[in-house]
Nanobody
Framework: VQLQASGGGLVQAGGSLRLSCAASGRTFSSYTYAMGWSRQAPGKEREFVAVIKRGGGSEYYADSVKGRFTITRDNAKNMVYLQMDSLKPEDTAVYYC????????????????WGQGTLVTVSS
């Protein structure tokens, strides 16, 4: 399984960004793998952000982003998205896409597969 994340950039506080992650590989199926996002700020450990169950229909968020971020997926395209609204400077981090057949592994930041990361910088 390969994951390719994109969509990061520089945005002012209060603004929005949409991250995308494309999944590929012979064994990957949107109905087999949960997908999600984690982030790592400079000098900090990687932390869970959001996860969506295999096939979609159920999402779970970190308290720090709940109500501001929305995770969705397009099963036909093997894509997962993270819509980030009302961004804050503390959201600045490298964001990593993740995939695992067990949703809990994404929540505890130990998924089987990681993407390469995309940098989000929120200026105050």
């Amino acid at each position: 399984v390969q994951l390719q994340a994109s969509g990061g950039g520089l945005v002012q506080a209060g603004g929005s960004l949409r991250l995308s992650c494309a999944a590929s590989g012979r064994t990957f199926s949107s109905y087999t793998y949960a997908m999600g996002w984690s982030r790592q700020a400079p000098g900090k450990e990687r932390e869970f952000v959001a996860v969506i169950k295999r096939g979609g229909g159920s999402e779970y968020y970190a308290d720090s982003v709940k109500g501001r971020f929305t995770i969705t997926r397009d099963n036909a395209k093997n894509m997962v998205y993270l819509q980030m609204d009302s961004l804050k400077p503390e959201d600045t981090a490298v964001y990593y896409c993740a995939a695992d057949q067990v949703q809990h592994n994404i929540v505890v930041v130990t998924p089987d597969y990681w993407g390469q990361g995309t940098l989000v910088t929120v200026s105050s």
